[in-house]
């Protein structure tokens, strides 16, 4: 199983800013999964709750891991 690497502290509040306050959809979206992931949930049942391909998730959460907060941003 994979899960998202153990957040700071300011990293977990940035990615709940952006859950409650961002404006940008995909970015939301990408947020939510981190957070998920940093709560142990599995990348399917993950991808089932956002309605997202499981090599989708995998990818944002190995991304996340080596890139950081700046993963999160829409290329």
Not at 45 to 74: C, T
Request: cysteine-free; hydrophobic content about 40%; charged content about 30%.
């Amino acid at each position: 199983m994979i899960f998202v690497r153990d957040l700071t502290t300011k990293e977990g509040n940035q990615l709940r800013h952006i859950i409650r306050k961002g404006s940008h959809p995909v970015k939301v979206r990408r947020a939510m999964v981190i957070l998920a992931s940093a709560q142990k949930m599995t990348v399917p049942n993950i991808a089932r709750l956002y309605h997202l391909s499981e090599d989708h998730v995998r990818r944002l959460i190995h991304r996340f891991n080596k890139e950081g907060m700046k993963s999160l941003h829409p290329r």
